[in-house]
Structures are given as structure tokens and as C-alpha cells.
């Protein structure tokens, strides 16, 4: 009890209510999204491509989203832009519930697309904020821990949603987002958010915060590797879903045991793990990482069975937990102060990887099957890791990381 009361009064009540609202969020998208490639491909007659383009042009408008929204939370203000975001959710999932046509699919994953792009980033942003710089790898961590608390119920959820009727998930989907739209609201008001805003907002522009952003030249390389990255990652959520339907029997529920097998382990091992690689560094952590996810996704290109691919879910999901809030704890350190929502939005640029992904997953699971697809994710997602490693010898060397 008096560690629980201690994890309370450590961090400011705004990471708590982001904290509380990432899980339900997450639990809600989770119902939902990791199942969207099975839907259409059963009800439509979409091909892997096709399907994969779908998806992929969710990521692809977040790419430049991120960037405009994290810079005008530094102008505006955090709650708008996290506020406007979930109001477009609302809007997003009720329309996955009731949309036939892929046009329509298209559109509505880009607006989705978007509002992940806006609300994410500021929201990383707003809780470091909050919270003092030494403490920050912890929140990150606590924040990718509360993610997937979200992702190990939500796939069950809308496993067991789904057998009813196909669209429901997305539309319980809709009706959580704006519960948490009107709850973060009231929240945010209580506890000062008005206060923290005026002393964090900036005068910078659209322009100067994209020509800041497009000469830091350590921050091209780190985005360099998340991209690499990226490409990899996103095969979990859509190539991989495919091919399992398609080759092992209770192919989808195999798949929502997977989603949730990813979300637990990285609930048991996130914060074991990131104490264990803190003393190295957020470099050495990511090169382990992406060897990690490329053991994973060998193991996925060879798995013939159920137990097969959870051994391989378990290495890759290491990766997750060594790569992504390590990933953040660079971006925190290259940012200005009066620019952290500017930079985190900017890292929404990796998000080019989640669109390139999928495209090019549909394509290889097309002509060279599952084993050719996740061979070539390993190869990709370990080269990505030579440009985290250029990025970091630039901001050792202590040359200037802005170009003039």
C-alpha cells in the first residue's frame, strides 16, 4: 500500500490520468484494429495489397501529423490537439462500423492515421512536462507498460466481440473514445492544465519549427533507424495476421492470444528490462532490441505451429520493450526546451516505415510466402540499427548536431 501511495505522489496527477487513459484508449483500439486486415480480407474482395495499402496510408498521414501537431501543441497549447484527436477517433471507428467501400476505409484509416499522429506525441510531451528529466525513461516506460495492459485485454474483447457481429468492436470502439474525450477534458481542468500550458507554449512557427527540425542532423539518423525499424514492426499487425488466418488452423485466434501474449510479456519485463540496460544506454538497448525482433520474425518466417510462433512472439516482443521507449529517451535529449512537442511530433516521421511496411509485406507475402516476407524484415530491421549508431557517433563526438 505505502509503494502504491509512493508511485502517486512521485509523478503529477496529469501522468496519471494519461497513464489511466492510454490503457482504456489502448484496450479500446486494440478491440479492434489488429483485426482490421481479417476483416476486409473476408468481408471484401480485397487482395493482400490492397489490403496492405489500406492500412499503410493510416501511417502514412500521421507521417507529416505528428510533425504539425506536435508543433502546434508548442504554439497552442496540449489539450487541443489531444482533445481534437479523440474527438476524430470517435468519428474514425463509428465509421469502420457502417463503411462497405475501400474508398471509404482509405479515408477514414488516414484520419485515423492522423489522430494517432496528433494525440500521441503530445501526449508523451505533455507528460514530460510534468515530470523531472531523470524521471523520464521511467514515465516513458510506464507509459509503453500501460499501453499494453490496454493491448493484452482488448484483442480477447474483440475476439469474443466479433463472433457476434463483425462491426461491433469498432463501434464500442467509438463510444470509449469519447468517454475518455469528456473525462480527459474535466481532468485536465483539475488538475492546472491551463497553468502548465502558459509556461510551456512557445512562439515557434510551422516554418522555423521544420527548419529546426530539418538540420538536426542526429535527429535525421535516429529517424533514419526508426524507419528501418517501422517497416519491420508493422508486419506484426497486418502481414502477419494474413498469413496466420491463411496457415494454421484457428488462425485468428491464434492471433488474438499472440497480441496478447506481446501485451503481458512486455507488462512483466518492461521495467526489470529497463533497469537492466540503463546503466549502457539507450544505444545499446535498441541494437539489442533489433536483434531481438529480427530473431522474432525468423521465427515467424519458420513457425508451422502454435507453440512455434509464441516462442517467436516472445523474442520479438523483447525487442518492443528494448527499442521504443528507449527510442523517446533519445528524442527527449536532442529537444529544446519550448520544442519537446515539436520533436516528438517530428518523430512521427518514422511512421513512413508503417506505410512503406505494409505495402511492401502485401507484396511479399503475395510472390514469396511467409518465410521469404520475415526473413527479409530481419535483414531490414537490423540494417536499421547501423543508422541509430551513425546518428549517436555525430552526438558523442560532440560535433554540432544542427547544421547551419
Known amino acids: 500500500m505505502q509503494r502504491l501511495l509512493n508511485f502517486f505522489r512521485e509523478y503529477h496527477p496529469i501522468v496519471h490520468v494519461l497513464l489511466f487513459g492510454t490503457v482504456l484508449a489502448r484496450t479500446a483500439s486494440s478491440m479492434s484494429m489488429p483485426f482490421l486486415a ?6 471484401s474482395q480485397l487482395s493482400p495489397v490492397l489490403i496492405g495499402m489500406i492500412i499503410g ?19 497552442l497549447g496540449r489539450k487541443t490537439i489531444m482533445l481534437a484527436a479523440l474527438i476524430g477517433w470517435v468519428f474514425v471507428f463509428l465509421g469502420f462500423a457502417m463503411v462497405k467501400s475501400p474508398v471509404a476505409f482509405m479515408l477514414l484509416n488516414m484520419l485515423n492515421g492522423l489522430c494517432r499522429s496528433l494525440y500521441e506525441p503530445v501526449s508523451q510531451a505533455l507528460m514530460a512536462d510534468v515530470t523531472v528529466k531523470e524521471k523520464r525513461l521511467k514515465v516513458f516506460s510506464l507509459r509503453y507498460i500501460a499501453i499494453n495492459v490496454g493491448v493484452s485485454v482488448g484483442p480477447l474483447l474483440g475476439a469474443f466481440f466479433g463472433t457476434m457481429e463483425a ?3 469498432f463501434m464500442i470502439t467509438g463510444f470509449i473514445y469519447l468517454l475518455y474525450a469528456i473525462g480527459l477534458l474535466v481532468l485536465l481542468h483539475r488538475f492546472g492544465i491551463t497553468k502548465i500550458e502558459g509556461e510551456k507554449r512557445s512562439g515557434v512557427t510551422l516554418l522555423s519549427a521544420w527548419n529546426i527540425v530539418r538540420r538536426d542532423r542526429v535527429f535525421r539518423y535516429y529517424i533514419g533507424g526508426a524507419i528501418m525499424g517501422a517497416i519491420g514492426y508493422s508486419q506484426m499487425t497486418v502481414t502477419l495476421s494474413q498469413y496466420i488466418e491463411k496457415s494454421v488452423v484457428g488462425g485468428a485466434t491464434l492471433f488474438a492470444m499472440l497480441m496478447s501474449l506481446n501485451a503481458i510479456v512486455v507488462v512483466l519485463l518492461q521495467v526489470p528490462l529497463s533497469r537492466m540496460f540503463e546503466r549502457w544506454g539507450p544505444m545499446v538497448a535498441i541494437a539489442v532490441g533489433n ?5 522474432g520474425d525468423i521465427g515467424f518466417a519458420f513457425s508451422v505451429g502454435w507453440i512455434s510462433f509464441m516462442v517467436s512472439m516472445f523474442f520479438f516482443t523483447l525487442g518492443e520493450i528494448l527499442n521504443y521507449p528507449q527510442a523517446n529517451v533519445l528524442v527527449d535529449r536532442l529537444a529544446p526546451e519550448g520544442m519537446r512537442g515539436t520533436y516528438f511530433g517530428a518523430q512521427s516521421f518514422n511512421n513512413l516505415g508503417h506505410f512503406i511496411g505494409p ?6 507475402l503475395t510472390h514469396w510466402g511467409g518465410p521469404g516476407l520475415f526473413v527479409t524484415m530481419a535483414v531490414i530491421t537490423l540494417f536499421g540499427t547501423l543508422f541509430y549508431r551513425r546518428g549517436e557517433f555525430i552526438y558523442k563526438l560532440g560535433l554540432k548536431s544542427v547544421e547551419k
Open 38 to 43: 481479417i476483416y476486409l480480407s473476408k468481408d
Open 57 to 75: 496510408l493510416g501511417p502514412l498521414a500521421s507521417t507529416i501529423g505528428g510533425f504539425v501537431g506536435g508543433a502546434m501543441s508548442d504554439r
Open 167 to 169: 462491426w461491433l468492436p
Open 291 to 295: 536483434v531481438m525482433f529480427a530473431l
Open 359 to 364: 505495402l511492401v509485406g502485401g507484396i511479399l
